[in-house]
Structure formats: C-alpha cells, structure tokens
C-alpha cells in the first residue's frame, strides 16, 4: 500500500496513535544528543539527523528486566512469572539499519527454545521507520548487504519526497494494518513518480572477503594491533543493535527477590571468567578478536546472517577511536595486509 | 526440588540427591546421560552441573558440586528438605547406543567423575550391552576421591576393572590404589583400542597429557570422547557466553569427540 504523509499531520499521528493506545517511541533531541525514547507530543520529535545515540535494540531487549519474583518462606520457594512487558508500541522514526537488526537477531531467540520476553515484544511493536536522506562517514550499511532505504525489518517505510512530506510504503500486514487503523492522517500516493531523497552511503569493504580472512586467521598478529586501544569499556556494545549477550543475577533480601537479565558484552574480562580462575579470553586481543568473529564469521555460519547493520555506531562512541570499518577494510583488502604470524 | 539427601563426597564437595516437589513434573522428566542442568540457590544465583544421577534410576536427581564460589557456597549451606531450583535437561548426549557391543574406557581425574558417573552408571545398568568395561580414576589424595562407597561398589564387581590412583604425594599409609598421574597410570593400564570407546574427563592439564596417550594407544580420535565445560548462564543458546568459536557449549555439547575438539579455536 502507498500513501503520503504530511509533516503538518504529525500531530494527528501522535494524538491518533494514543487514542488507539499505542506508546509512541520517536528520536528527541536532548541537548546534544539525539535519543530514541518516548514521546507525548508530536513537537518533541526530532527528524533531522543521521543516527539516533541508543539503538532501536531496548525496546526489545531491555538493559534489565525482571524473568522471575520468588518469595521464600522456611523451606519453600513460589516462583512467579512477569507480565505485560510487552507493551502495544509503535516506532516511530527507525532507521533501516536499526529495523533490520530485527529480523537478524529474531534468529537467535527463535533457536530451537524460544525467548518469550523477544518474540511477544516484536509482536507488540510496529516499526514505522525513515529512509535516510544523509549520512556520515561512520555509516557504512551498504558494506553489509543493507542501504539507507532497504525494508527489511520494517513495518512502515517513509521516503523524504519533499521538506514537508513522505512517501509511505507499507512493507508487512501489520503495517497495512496501522495505516488504516490511522487512515484520516495519510493522503493519497502521489501521482507520478515521487523525488525519493535517499543519501548515497559509500560502499567502504567487500564483505564477501572478509569471513574467508576470518577462516584462515583465528591467530594472527592483527588482533593484538586491532585492539591496542580498547579499553573495554563495552560501550560499543551497548550501542550496537545486534549485540544480544546478558548476564542473569539474582537480586534480593532474605526472603523475597527477582531473577533479573542484564546486558552483557565480550568486551568484558569478567564475560567468560571461570570460578577457578582460568579465563579462556583473557587478553583483550582475545576478547576483540570474538567481537569480530561473532558478527562475520560465527553468527553467518549459524543463522546464515551477518550480525552487523553498519550502523557505525560502536565508531561514532568509541572513546578510544576504534573504528570497525577501518578493521574490516583491512581485512578485506589483499593491500597492506601485514604478515600472518606461524600459526602454533 | 527437595533436597532429599546430602553427600559429603571429599573436602569441599557434596552431592545432593534431589526430588520433584510436583510429582507429575518428576513423573514426566526424562533426560539422558550427558546432559547438564542449572541449579538454583534463591538469592545467589545459579550454577552449571551435570546431571550426574544415571537415567536408569528414575526416582531422583543427583548433582555433585564443590564449593567455589558464591552459589555454590550458598548451596553448600543447604540440608535436606530444604528447596534449591532447577531447570534442565539441557546439551547433547553420550551416544550410548552406537557403543554398544563395545568395550569401554572411562579416565577421569578428581571432581571430573561427576560428568561421567551418570553414563558410567548408565552402562553399567546395562551391562550386557557392552564388553569390557574400564575405569581409571585418579584424584590429588585419597581424601580428593569422589564416590568413594561406589568405588568400593565398582572394585567389587568382576564385571567392571576399576583402576583407582592418586597424584605422587597423595597417599596414604593404607592405601592400595596406584600411585601415579592419571595419563602415566592410563598408559600404565593400556587398554585395549580395538573396538573400544574412550569416555575422557577431567582438568585441562590431565586431558592434555591423556589423549596423547590414547593415541599412542591407537584410539583414533572420534573413538575418544568428553564433556566440555565453560561459564554459563542461560544454558539454551541465547546469552552469548559459553561458545568456543562457532560451538556453543550449551547446545551443540558438552559432549564432543577429540576430533570434533581438534577442529575448535585454541579458546578454552
């Protein structure tokens, strides 16, 4: 389905989305910094960026929620589930690159046993997302199979057409579905063929040679050269929309508490830290050289997907200026390519 | 689960015998020699065992643990008629079925005959499925040793050969076992490799200097297997935390052959 959609009409989208009692989640610009959050009024959004701080990832992925409450009384334990986490929701304002990290790690929480707390998420919220009309240099989707106006994952997708309206292409049912449930805000496709603005995203790497790198070269010297810098300090991962890694602690007093799933990162010393002491990632060059081969060589052979959106992100807040693109050029590239070391 | 009965196996390390407190969900529990569970202790946290009872005794679930940490310190603190959580069965399995008609080799160090006493167990419920069966089991004293009642058990049989030693330094006056590291008192043994199936289990350092030993031997490497262990917290695929290169130990293991090994990244 095509439609329009005037910027003059965000108003009634947002006041017509919460009368049919959606949470309406939408970039804000905050000082300096743009965020995905909720939002109560159209005024409160924030179009004109290129890439929002947080990821689409913790809404559905939170940085901690509750799996389980137990009381404990003498000997006996109840255990109780949480409800109502998912919370009927739309995006409003992803970027491809977020929406399509979706269906990527819908992969992983649909393996065999199924994670609850994702899937009634991804059920609960419409993603209506925007083609990016500009980029940066930190951006590199088309480096990953994706572009700054690709559908995947997304409900909804807007085109700039013009400084006051959007093209609006339905990509999925429910997407249909919330168009009509809204139908008086959008107007009529337009006629003939609309001046899409769509940003040009410099391809930076073949990724197609990259994994056949990452076969061969389990060890080699550029690992440590890589990550010389890092400071482990996680926050690419945090900011990544496919790092899915969490840690699962118990908090409590003496006789009641919750089991609690937090974001984690294998940038962390303590992530693969055994009770005895033995620690099989114990340098840093270890723990960097799992974040890449995660995303471009183990989660491809697994699920047939690389886990990487190229949304830049992990550069753009890199306090050390790491820049992951730079990496995989490298490693893509026969040029400049320093020598393997013997492997052992 | 209620802890039925409680096990002080060696300094430090205790079995816990455990029931259902619904008795349909004990009813309809099923696992198999292999795999592991998570175990709870309310308030701390949880920690990985394997399931260390064999699936031919069905009215219980036993694990075995050493105080390490903080879960297993709190779960040390627990008598019987207490409650602790579990969830499971989770991981592979040891492929029993294709080993029968086979003689088998079990090598185990310390508090690695945990993992294996559930298949060793397993077997021996079933013994005539299979030919000679061995077991070579060491720790670092005599104290160190697990099980100690069911090694008694195994010396007694005549249908079992039990190979019990301790590490240079770790006997006692009394004591009739060898004397000797495990991989030196398995060469020692040499067990027969034709048509035989090597179950290996133990600290890394032992594993290391044991599958030479069996190669010398002649165990081709997918005749040879073992159970893997690695920090774990979800258990079923999704937390990220336990693979070693593209395996994940949860899922794809714990049970692998030393050729399946062989092909993983030296991350472990």
Known sequence: ?344 | MNISDVTDEAPGVRTFRLNFQNEDEGKNFKFQAGQFALYSAFGYGESTFCIASSPTRKDYVECTFRQAGRVTNALSELNAGDTIGFRGPYGNVFPIEEWEGKNLVFVAGGIALPPLRSVIWNCLDLRDKYKNITIVYGAKTVADLVYKNELKEWTARDDVNLVTTVDPGGETPDWTGKVGFVPTVVEETAPDSKDTIAIVCGPPIMIKFTLPVLEKLGFKQDKVYTTLENRMKCGLGKCGRCNIGCTYICKEGPVFTAEEISKMPDEF
């Open chain 1, 1 to 344: 389905m095509e439609k329009t959609l005037k910027k003059e009409k965000f108003n009634s989208l947002i006041t017509g989305l919460k009368d049919k009692g959606y949470k309406t989640i939408a970039p804000k610009k905050d000082n300096n910094l743009i965020t995905l959050c909720e939002i109560q009024e159209a005024d409160e959004i924030h179009f004109d960026h290129v890439q929002t701080n947080n990821s689409i990832k913790e809404y559905f992925l939170p940085k901690t929620e509750k799996i389980l409450s137990y009381t404990i009384e003498k000997t006996k334990v109840s255990i109780e589930e949480p409800e109502g986490f998912a919370v009927k929701s739309v995006v409003f304002g992803s970027r491809p690159c977020d929406a399509a990290s979706l269906p990527i790690m819908d992969k992983v929480f649909n393996w065999d046993c199924t994670d609850k707390f994702w899937i009634e998420r991804r059920e609960a919220i419409t993603i209506v997302t925007i083609a990016c009309d500009k980029c940066d240099s930190y951006c590199f989707c088309t480096s990953v199979g994706l572009a700054p106006d690709a559908k995947q994952g997304s409900d909804v997708l807007l085109t700039k057409i013009s400084d006051d309206e959007y093209l609006v292409e339905t990509e999925t049912e429910k997407g249909e579905g919330l168009i009509k449930e809204l139908e008086t805000v959008f107007s009529e496709p337009p006629s003939g063929t609309p001046d899409r603005q769509v940003a040009t995203v410099e391809k930076k790497f073949e990724i197609d040679k990259v994994k056949p790198w990452l076969d061969e070269n389990f060890v080699h010297k550029i690992w440590a050269e890589f990550s010389t810098k890092c400071i482990g300090c996680g926050a690419c991962t945090f900011v990544c929309p496919t790092c899915h890694c969490f840690d699962i602690v118990d908090e409590c007093t003496m006789s009641k508490g919750d089991r609690v799933k937090n974001w984690d990162g294998c940038q962390f010393k303590m992530f693969t830290l055994h009770t005895s002491g033995h620690n099989p990632r114990s340098t840093q060059d270890q723990r960097w050289r799992q974040r890449i081969m995660h995303k471009f060589k183990y989660y491809v052979e697994k699920f047939d997907n690389i886990l990487c959106v190229g949304c830049g992100r992990c550069s753009r807040v890199c306090p050390a200026d790491m820049n992951i693109s730079e990496m995989l050029e490298i490693i893509s590239t026969d040029e400049g390519q320093p020598e393997p070391v013997s492997k052992e």
